[in-house]
Nanobody, 119 residues
Framework: QVQLVESGGGLVQAGGSLRLSCAAS????????MGWFRQAPGKEREFVSS????????YYADSVKGRFDISRDARANKIYLQMNGLKPEDTAVYYC????????????WGKGTQVTVSS
């Protein structure tokens, strides 16, 4: 069984920074891409950022572009999300996701980590 485990969430003041980590564990798998989604209270889940496992492409939602940076450690099968200039509207549960080879979409999801940004 494949698992994604997020860490690094917490409470931070507006303008601050956090770094989220996501580690894959369990049965080894090959992924096409990994990334992050988030869901704020009362809102739909939304895409935040992703990275192709080949390392040849990173993608960001317009709302986080220029503030967030996604990276990966291929050897450790981990990804990271460096979040700078945090805003109260970034408050959400952040989910790590993976699209395994052969899957049409992100088919592995972590349980999420809470990020709260106070004004």
């Amino acid at each position: 069984q494949v698992q994604l485990v997020e860490s690094g969430g917490g409470l931070v003041q507006a303008g601050g920074s956090l770094r989220l980590s996501c580690a894959a564990s369990g049965r080894p798998f090959s992924s096409v891409a990994m990334g992050w989604f988030r869901q704020a209270p009362g809102k739909e889940r939304e895409f935040v950022s992703s990275i192709r496992w080949s390392g040849k492409g990173t993608y960001y939602a317009d709302s986080v572009k220029g503030r967030f940076d996604i990276s990966r450690d291929a050897r450790a099968n981990k990804i990271y999300l460096q979040m700078n200039g945090l805003k109260p509207e970034d408050t959400a549960v952040y989910y790590c996701v993976a699209q395994r080879v052969g899957a049409d979409d992100y088919d592995v999801w972590g349980k999420g980590t809470q990020v709260t940004v106070s004004s």
